[in-house]
């Protein structure tokens, strides 16, 4: 089995919301413990931003993080997906849909089920990060399961199968096997 989910993970879902969190925690305490409060007419404008830090950040991470999914593992002709501690196997032709948003942070892979799982009808995973973005990648997992090669036929990877490209769907749809 390969990993196809990013390996931060981890720290894109534990980790960085407790630093987050914590840091304005602190920062709150520090506003409201400190000397400088007392003597201040009211510490509620050093509070004001704090608390806007945590309505936004816990909006942001419900919509960009908390739902990605732990892990993803590619086994062949089925996905294992991994989420605090359940285990789904969904095989590829249940997929229906695959959305790659790598515009954002964490890059995101979304896969619509054709059936619903204990995981939901769509799993979202964070795809692997290149610390060089633009430094053409040996062999990528995205790329290698759900990539099309530049003339239009398929690569390989297990994805492709449930996945052809439209110039691959028409060429099927005519009875052409090679190029016509």
Known sequence: MRLVSSKMTFFNKRVFPAIWFGFLAVFI?????????????SPLPVLIAPAIMI?????????????MVDEVWDDGD??????????????????????????????????????PTILGDEITFGAPVRLVPFRKARSSPISSTASISRAGSPTEGPLNAAFPSGAARRRADRGCDSGC
């Open 55 to 67: 309505v936004f950040g816990y909006v942001i991470m419900k919509k960009l993080i908390f739902d």
């Open 29 to 41: 305490g520090i506003a409201l413990f400190s000397g400088a409060g007392r003597n201040a007419a």
């Open 78 to 115: 089925t996905l294992v997906v991994k989420n605090r501690g359940q285990e789904q196997r969904i095989a590829l032709g249940d997929i229906k849909n695959v959305s790659y948003s790598p515009f954002i942070n964490p890059p995101r892979v979304t896969l619509s089920l054709r059936r």
